[in-house]
């Protein structure tokens, strides 16, 4: 377990109506440990990543960031979010504004930066994911690879604590995946906390320092990746590993 954990989950439970989605939930994610997420369609891989900035709230358990419980709502709730920057299966950007307007936006708004201030952040970090030729864009004249890194650009922007990933590269073709993968683990390589849900097991196995595999809304393993890939202690996670790495 973590020693000293910026994210903590303990005995958390989620429900939608009578569904059960989290199962008494224990997890620990030390700073700077990169922790992957991965397991079964269903198993409530998306839902746990998704209640740690309370964007869906639980039934049970607590859940602390830094020592700190989640803030219930209003301000505090806008500021853990820019704590725990989060970027998602889709891009969300904003269609009508220009790559570094995306990156800048909440600087301004949430962080209080100038302007100008929060564009000089931007570059540095549209550089960082290897966009800066393109912050004068529309979202729509990227590609979806490129769109990612934006979004990845701007969690970055507010200089987050950690950063949740909730399958970042499952809606994207294949020769897109690499190029986010690659800022991914360079943000790695660079300390940051990171919570993955993936079905990248490559990314898993070379830049995760644990593996959690999650079946039926319970974690079933949280080991080291070689250990968990070589290895596997549970029945759901051999037929898992089974099924996907014979491909």
Known sequence: MAVDPLIELQGVNKYYGELHVLKDIDLAVGRGEVVVVIGPSGSGKSTLCRTINRLETVQSGTITLDGRPLP??????????????????SFNLFAHKTVLQNVSLAQVKVRGRKRDEADRRSRELLERVGLRAHAAKYPAQLSGGQQQRVAIA???????????????????????????LEVMRQLARDGMTMVVVTHEMGFARASANRVVFMADGRIVEDRAPE?????????????????????
């Open 72 to 89: 219930e709502e209003g301000k505090a709730l806008a500021r853990l979010r820019a704590e725990v920057g989060m970027v998602f299966q």
């Open 227 to 247: 250990e968990f890939f070589t290895d596997p202690r549970s029945e759901r996670a051999k037929d898992f590993l089974s099924k996907i790495l014979k491909h």
């Open 154 to 180: 701007r969690a970055l922007a507010m200089e987050p604590k950690a950063m949740l990933f909730d399958e970042p590269t499952s809606a994207l073709d294949p020769e897109m995946i690499n190029e986010v």
